[in-house]
């Protein structure tokens, strides 16, 4: 006889049949069961009563992690405690590393996802779709083209108001650096500047080398968006000049830039969120020693699983090293002015005819007043040409604020210096000259 699923009502079947005196036989004969779930049934009745007939089929209900001991569901408690913004695969990965013994079953990425779950620790996610691909060609190696943006301000408590500036390879998936930068005690007073900017991008280039690509969005540190024929930014004729190429996204398309829009997310939840620090030096070196982790680590999906430095142990350094005291035996102003000669702009005199290109003012004469003036430049001199339609002959100026030392900031005269003091009290500019102070000293001392 084919063996089935006994139901409630067959259960219940088999009891009055046995209570009425017949065999277990002719109990099977009629319910159509066998003769031993006939025993069963009768056995666990006699010990339980009538609730011994509903079904319990499967192991025993002992919840997520319950059958792991005692210790492992105590680790992940804790660790969830001190960082809630980790998850499964982040709880799953440090569980790896704590462990003693390397052969110690431990539950996998899924089974701490039912645990979240089942306990009300998981977040709400919006259904994902792929992002599209850029149109651009995507990098093929490690350090081709870098990623970086800002992640909107955060209040971190004892700290004040900081904003993560972070960088990312868009080849390796490597986490680059993330930069707390400061903005204010209580409330953004600030925002990030061109030489926040800078500071990021050359502790990035200290520990890792210089890529050839930055990408990047339309934020006007990297683009002037008050202009319908815009002028390169300082930072962006600064990456010219160390030979580092700026590409712009696309307006409004943050799906461009989604490696490192999603990098924003895992550096909040696994640094900042629920933790607090002492000072700004301290959230710093928390980011850097968590750096390390995610990177050597900590599995990444697009990469199989694999950390980002385990799939590509290549991109530990670019072959294209930076110290801040070569940069500017480093810089080619001639790469500026390639670039500059292939640039066209317009711009309308003022009523005492002036013109503003790249923050610096122009004056062409009373003639040029109200005029729309056409701009352009030509390397052979390093000199604007004005053209317009009405003026006989074109007018040109020296092109300003092309020095070295101007697009280099605030490193130029710390190049030459042993030693920086600053005045009290310290203001966040003054902090970030400290800071960049420093990492150039010791790279001095390192030689």
Same mark, same amino acid.
């Given at each position: 006889?084919?063996?089935?699923?006994?139901?409630?009502?067959?259960?219940?079947?088999?009891?009055?049949?046995?209570?009425?005196?017949?065999?277990?036989?002719?109990?099977?004969?009629?319910?159509?069961?066998?003769?031993?779930?006939?025993?069963?049934?009768?056995?666990?009745?006699?010990?339980?009563?009538?609730?011994?007939?509903?079904?319990?089929?499967?192991?025993?209900?002992?919840?997520?992690?319950?059958?792991?001991?005692?210790?492992?569901?105590?680790?992940?408690?804790?660790?969830?405690?001190?960082?809630?913004?980790?998850?499964?695969?982040?709880?799953?990965?440090?569980?790896?590393?704590?462990? =003693?013994?390397?052969?110690?079953?431990?539950?996998?990425?899924?089974?701490?996802?039912?645990?979240?779950?089942?306990?009300?620790?998981?977040?709400?996610?919006? $259904?994902?779709?792929?992002?599209?691909?850029?149109?651009?060609?995507?990098?093929?190696?490690?350090?081709?083209?870098?990623?970086?943006?800002?992640?909107?301000?955060?209040?971190?408590?004892?700290? &004040?108001?900081?904003?993560?500036?972070?960088?990312?390879?868009?080849?390796?998936?490597?986490?680059?650096?993330?930069?707390?930068?400061?903005?204010?005690? +209580?409330?953004?007073?600030?925002?990030?500047?061109?030489? +926040?900017?800078?500071?990021?991008?050359?502790?990035?280039?200290?520990?890792?080398?210089?890529?050839? $690509?930055?990408?990047?969005?339309?934020?006007?540190?990297?683009?002037?968006?008050?202009?319908?024929?815009?002028?390169?930014?300082?930072?962006?004729?600064?990456?010219?000049?160390?030979? =580092?190429?700026?590409?712009?996204?696309?307006?409004?398309?943050?799906?461009?830039? &989604?490696?490192?829009?999603?990098?924003?997310?895992?550096?909040?939840?696994?640094?900042?969120?629920?933790?607090?620090?002492?000072?700004?030096?301290?959230?710093? $070196?928390?980011?850097?020693?968590?750096?390390?982790?995610?990177?050597?680590?900590?599995?990444?999906?697009?990469?199989?699983?694999?950390?980002?430095?385990?799939?590509?142990?290549?991109?530990?350094?670019?072959?294209?090293?930076? $110290?801040?005291?070569?940069?500017?035996?480093?810089? +080619?102003?001639?790469?500026?002015?390639?670039?500059?000669?292939?640039?066209?702009?317009?711009?309308?005199?003022?009523?005492?005819?002036?013109?503003?290109?790249?923050?610096?003012?122009?004056?062409?004469?009373?003639?040029?007043?109200?005029?729309?003036?056409?701009?352009?430049?030509?390397?052979?001199?390093?000199?604007?040409?004005?053209?317009?339609?009405?003026?006989?002959?074109?007018?040109?100026?020296?092109?300003?604020?092309?020095?070295?030392?101007?697009?280099?900031?605030?490193?130029?005269?710390?190049?030459?210096?042993?030693?920086?003091?600053?005045?009290?009290?310290?203001?966040?500019?003054?902090?970030?000259?400290?800071?960049?102070?420093?990492?150039?000293?010791?790279?001095?001392?390192?030689?």
């Amino acid at each position: 006889m084919a063996m089935r699923t006994t139901s409630l009502e067959d259960r219940i079947t088999i009891l009055a049949l046995a209570d009425a005196g017949h065999t277990d036989a002719d109990i099977a004969h009629r319910v159509g069961c066998s003769v031993r779930t006939v025993r069963k049934w009768r056995c666990r009745s006699r010990k339980q009563g009538r609730v011994g007939l509903a079904s319990k089929m499967g192991r025993p209900p002992v919840g997520a992690m319950g059958t792991f001991p005692v210790a492992v569901l105590d680790a992940v408690q804790a660790m969830r405690h001190v960082h809630p913004g980790w998850g499964p695969l982040t709880l799953n990965s440090e569980l790896k590393r704590d462990a =003693v013994d390397p052969d110690s079953r431990l539950p996998s990425r899924p089974t701490i996802a039912r645990w979240l779950e089942a306990h009300g620790l998981t977040r709400s996610y919006e $259904r994902h779709q792929d992002l599209p691909k850029p149109s651009a060609p995507s990098a093929e190696v490690p350090h081709q083209e870098w990623e970086m943006d800002a992640r909107g301000h955060e209040i971190v408590p004892d700290v &004040g108001v900081v904003t993560l500036i972070n960088l990312n390879d868009r080849c390796s998936k490597t986490k680059l650096l993330s930069y707390p930068c400061w903005l204010g005690q +209580d409330r953004a007073r600030r925002h990030a500047t061109t030489e +926040d900017y800078q500071l990021a991008f050359r502790l990035t280039a200290c520990d890792w080398g210089l890529p050839n $690509r930055l990408y990047v969005d339309r934020d006007s540190v990297y683009y002037d968006n008050s202009s319908k024929s815009p002028f390169p930014t300082r930072f962006h004729l600064w990456l010219l000049a160390l030979g =580092v190429e700026l590409v712009i996204g696309p307006a409004h398309q943050p799906q461009k830039r &989604g490696q490192t829009e999603r990098s924003h997310q895992t550096w909040f939840h696994q640094v900042v969120e629920g933790q607090t620090f002492a000072s700004l030096n301290e959230l710093e $070196r928390a980011l850097r020693q968590r750096r390390a982790v995610m990177n050597e680590s900590l599995p990444c999906a697009s990469l199989g699983g694999q950390p980002p430095l385990a799939a590509f142990p290549e991109a530990c350094s670019s072959p294209w090293r930076y $110290r801040p005291e070569w940069e500017a035996d480093e810089m +080619d102003l001639g790469r500026v002015y390639a670039y500059l000669a292939r640039c066209h702009w317009f711009r309308t005199a003022s009523n005492i005819g002036a013109v503003t290109l790249g923050e610096q003012r122009y004056a062409l004469g009373r003639g040029w007043a109200r005029k729309e003036v056409e701009i352009t430049f030509d390397p052979a001199d390093q000199h604007l040409v004005f053209k317009t339609p009405t003026q006989k002959e074109d007018r040109r100026l020296p092109i300003k604020g092309l020095s070295k030392a101007r697009l280099m900031g605030e490193l130029a005269p710390l190049v030459g210096l042993d030693h920086y003091q600053l005045a009290l009290p310290f203001t966040p500019d003054e902090c970030r000259v400290a800071r960049l102070s420093e990492t150039l000293l010791t790279r001095l001392i390192e030689t």
